[in-house]
């Protein structure tokens, strides 16, 4: 049982968006805007797309958005291509120098 | 840029004690004000972050490991390293290195390794 809730699956179609939820508790997601997001393709180790909430790392596209509400942080990715059809994972601080993640969601592009 | 490896035995019995290295190259494992996670993933499911150190050894880790945790760091050989005791079954999973999370990048976790699969079996 991972500390933050994702949904196990999402999808959209090619060029549509799709958001990704991932919620938690006012002792981590809530309290905090220390929210991240990672892709990670098969077999490979996760890449960080989105820190502090709503801030991309240098080289991750801008169809790549996060955003927070109470405490469920969101991730959206809009003009959906094939390529991004892996997993991703969210991650928040949870206070007391303790880091959570979600469980993680498999994205379809249909 | 900076790159990092892990490395140690792909196989532990259990009951002993699980240990892991990640090497750092490109840069100095002292420069700036970063920290360095062990993160793992059992097979199908979830990320879990074990811990983090920073260069002068200062440690934190996750509360339901913290009893069977050691995390440390070499500067002089540019790497940190893990121990995992009492291992179970349950500890079977592909263990990862990262950097972070630290506020110089909204502690979160920026660059990871490839990643090194642990078995714990007889």
């Known amino acids: 049982q991972s500390a933050l809730t994702q949904p196990p699956s999402a999808s959209g179609s090619l060029g549509q968006s799709v958001t990704i939820s991932c919620t938690g508790t006012?002792?981590?997601?809530?309290?905090?805007?220390?929210v991240s997001w990672y892709q990670q393709h098969p077999g490979k180790a996760p890449k960080l797309v989105i820190y502090e909430v709503t801030k991309r790392p240098s080289g991750v596209p801008d169809r790549f958005s996060g955003s927070k509400s109470d405490n469920t942080a969101s991730l959206t990715v809009s003009g959906l291509q094939a390529e991004d059809e892996v997993d991703y994972y969210c991650s928040s601080y949870a206070g007391s120098n303790n880091w959570v993640f979600g469980g993680g969601t498999k994205l379809t592009v249909l | 840029q900076v790159q990092l490896q892990e490395s140690g035995p792909g196989l532990v019995k259990p009951s002993q004690t699980l240990s892991l290295t990640c090497t750092v190259s490109?840069?100095?494992?002292?420069?700036?004000?970063?920290?360095w996670s062990w993160i793992r993933q059992p097979a199908g499911k979830g990320l879990e972050w074990i811990g983090r150190v920073f260069t002068t050894g200062s440690t934190n880790y996750t509360p339901s490991l913290k009893s069977r945790v050691t995390i440390s760091v070499d500067t002089s050989k540019n790497l940190f390293s893990l121990k995992l005791s009492s291992v179970t079954a349950a500890d079977t999973a592909m263990y990862y290195c990262?950097?972070?999370?630290?506020?110089?990048?909204?502690?979160?976790?920026?660059?990871w390794g490839q990643g090194t699969m642990v078995t714990v079996s007889s």
């Open positions: 490109g840069g100095s494992i002292s420069s700036g004000t970063y920290y």
């Open positions: 990262a950097r972070g999370p630290g506020a110089d990048r909204g502690f979160a976790f920026d660059i």
């Open positions: 006012s002792n981590d997601v809530g309290g905090y805007d220390y």
